[in-house]
């Protein structure tokens, strides 16, 4: 095997083994590595650099809506996470905690938080007296820890990147308005930025937020073994977090009420969805409106004569590219360029520039995209102009590839047998009529693997029978295995 060529023959093949391709590809892209602390990983600066551009487009989003940035502590203490039993009980598996400060045993442990609505809710007591205080719209950039059993990069590991907002309301209307617009903030956010079609909906019961009302989510299939992954959630948690946290007010008529809250997070296991949404047998194809590098230049020579001119013509390039993308010129002399190709393909770059002899002499470079393969020759002079128009083209044509293998993969069914057949054939969302009741939905968990997604927002106008028991059922739902 050439050395040029074992970036990509050395990956697994992605439809044979698609967790072990995944976890290849995370590691030669140098987008994160091994970590000595169990369950944790090192975000390497690539794949930091991809995360970053992700979250300066949510938090432009975020921020547009009226929300605010702040920061809460990462400790919570025990007596505090402990007001609110559902919400407790449902992380308790998850959460990790300091017991010894320095040389000394803490007097009550500390939990680290695996989300922050118990160290946030008090804060929010303590700032509102009067409907004036109210909305209170803030978010926080920063990480959370869950004991993760089976830790995968980006998509579960011990200790995470996310955003978590947090926002206390009047009304259960302002609640349910706000819980509803971010998640649209989310589902336009991983679509138009990511590439990556959702289904939104709501939680059912048994798979909702602890301590929530109502949780609604966006669902995106992955590619492989076509499994869900839930993208983001939003919760409207009604009063429940203000009656137990004292977050009380004076409305318009003198009278005292229990705040609305709700919450609502993105993490960076979307670095994941782009993973393997996006990927195939070459590694990575990076959406280019988050791509860390949208350009890369690959100066190409032979002879030393030919040198001076090729870097000139290179440097024409990216000085006429770097006010249009962000733009990277590979300039190593201890790679061949067939190396730096398929190193560059790895790393999913969407367009590559090739500058050899033949380009200097007319006028010209030889692109190359990273979704088709698809090569041709642009003049310099046009090379700016076109650009722009030729990334776009990239961020729609991997939308519409990944559109496509969700409406391919999800179908309709009203078997319980062909559900258990699709589900162990890795075969995609199946869609059926369900009843509502949990005994359905856990039977199906339990010798299926599968869960409810959600329960789409898009819904039939006519009634069907629940694909488990066959009662009459008023609701379609998503089933699929996830991450």
């Not at 702040?70 to 598996?93: C, D, K, N, T, W």
């Not at 499994?227 to 409305?251: C, K, M, P, Y």
């Not at 990575?284 to 890369?296: E, S, Y």
């Not at 939308?399 to 062909?418: C, G, H, K, P, Q």
């Amino acid at each position: 095997m050439s050395d040029e060529r074992k970036y990509v023959e050395e990956l697994s093949d992605v439809e044979d083994d698609f967790d072990r391709w995944y976890v290849e590809v995370v590691r030669r892209a140098e987008l994160a590595d091994e970590s000595p602390v169990r369950g944790t990983r090192v975000v390497r600066p690539y794949g930091f650099a991809l995360w970053e551009n992700m979250q300066a487009e949510l938090d432009r989003r975020i921020k547009e809506t009226g929300v605010q940035n702040a920061y809460f502590p990462l400790f919570i203490p025990q007596s505090m996470l402990a007001r609110e039993a559902e919400h407790v009980e449902g992380f308790a598996p998850e959460v990790a905690w300091v017991t010894r400060g320095g040389n000394k045993e803490l007097e009550e442990p500390w939990a680290v938080r695996p989300t922050s609505e118990a160290i946030i809710c008090p804060m929010y007591a303590r700032w509102v007296q009067s409907y004036r205080d109210l909305p209170i719209l803030i978010n926080q950039w920063n990480s959370v820890v869950r004991w993760e059993e089976r830790p995968r990069a980006f998509l579960r590991s011990l200790e995470f990147l996310w955003q978590e907002g947090h926002t206390a309301h009047a009304t259960l209307e302002e609640a349910e308005e706000r819980t509803r617009l971010m998640l649209e903030v989310y589902r336009d956010f991983v679509e138009t930025e990511l590439a990556v079609p959702v289904i939104p909906g709501r939680k059912t019961e048994s798979e909702k937020f602890a301590g929530a009302l109502r949780t609604y989510t966006i669902e995106a299939m992955m590619g492989g073994k076509k499994w869900a992954l839930q993208s983001g959630t939003s919760h409207n948690l009604g009063d429940h977090f203000g009656r137990v946290f004292g977050i009380e007010f004076l409305d318009r008529n003198g009278e005292r009420r229990y705040a609305f809250n709700t919450s609502w997070g993105l993490s960076f296991r979307m670095v994941g969805a782009v993973i393997m949404v996006h990927g195939d047998d070459r590694g990575l194809k990076l959406p280019p409106r988050v791509a860390p590098i949208q350009v890369v230049i690959v100066p190409i020579w032979r002879k030393e004569s030919e040198r001076e001119a090729v870097e000139a013509a290179v440097d024409r390039v990216r000085d006429a590219l770097l006010p249009v993308a962000r733009v990277f010129v590979d300039r190593r002399d201890d790679k061949t360029p067939g190396w730096k190709f398929n190193e560059w393909e790895l790393k999913g770059v969407p367009v590559r520039l090739e500058i050899g002899p033949r380009d200097v002499a007319n006028d010209q470079v030889t692109l190359v995209r990273r979704d088709t393969h698809e090569k041709q020759a642009i003049s310099i002079t046009d090379l700016a102009g076109r650009i722009t128009e030729i990334l776009d083209d990239i961020q729609a044509n991997l939308f519409a590839a990944a559109s496509r293998m969700l409406a391919e993969n999800t179908v309709e069914i009203d078997s319980y047998d062909v559900l258990k057949e699709r589900v162990a054939a890795n075969a995609g969302f199946s869609r059926a009529y369900w009843c509502g009741s949990e005994e359905c939905e856990d039977r199906v968990k339990a010798e299926t693997k599968a869960t409810i997604r959600c329960i789409p927002f898009d819904q039939p106008e006519a009634p069907g029978r629940c694909l488990v028991c066959g009662e009459a059922a008023q609701q379609q739902v998503i089933w699929a295995r996830a991450y």
